[in-house]
């Protein structure tokens, strides 16, 4: 079982940023796979990024692409999301997501099928 604490999410104004962490515990070196998902009010998941634990490689949703990038600590266990030039569409509940490898990275940010995902951090960007 893998556990993911996701913090950092708040409200903030466009154009502004915001850095998100997730703290990965429990048996993290089943995880291939790390990444980051949201969901606003009444619309689907939509995968944000996905990035390797091994090789670091790293897959955008083309939503957000340019605007966040995804980081992984040396230990394997905090993940980052950094998140630049917020738009208000934007705005949802942001989920830290792992996966022992079932499918693709680039597989993942499309379908957001991850084996294991956090309770989420509310981001809002409102003026």
């Known amino acids: 079982q893998v556990q993911l604490v996701e913090s950092g999410g708040g409200s903030v104004q466009p154009g502004g940023s915001l850095r998100l962490s997730c703290a990965a515990s429990?048996?993290?070196?089943?995880?291939?796979?790390m990444g980051w998902f949201r969901q606003a009010p009444g619309k689907e998941r939509e995968g944000v990024a996905c990035i390797r634990t091994g090789s670091r490689i790293t897959y955008y949703a083309n939503s957000i692409q340019g605007r966040f990038t995804i980081s992984l600590d040396n230990t394997k266990t905090t993940l980052y999301l950094q998140m630049n030039s917020l738009k208000p569409e934007d705005t949802a509940m942001y989920y830290c997501?792992?996966?022992?490898?079932?499918?693709?990275?680039?597989?993942?940010?499309?379908?957001?099928?991850?084996?294991?995902w956090g309770q989420g951090t509310q981001v809002t960007v409102s003026s």
């Open positions: 997501a792992a996966d022992p490898g079932r499918i693709s990275c680039s597989s993942l940010v499309r379908t957001v099928e991850y084996n294991y």
């Open positions: 429990g048996v993290v070196s089943s995880i291939y796979y």
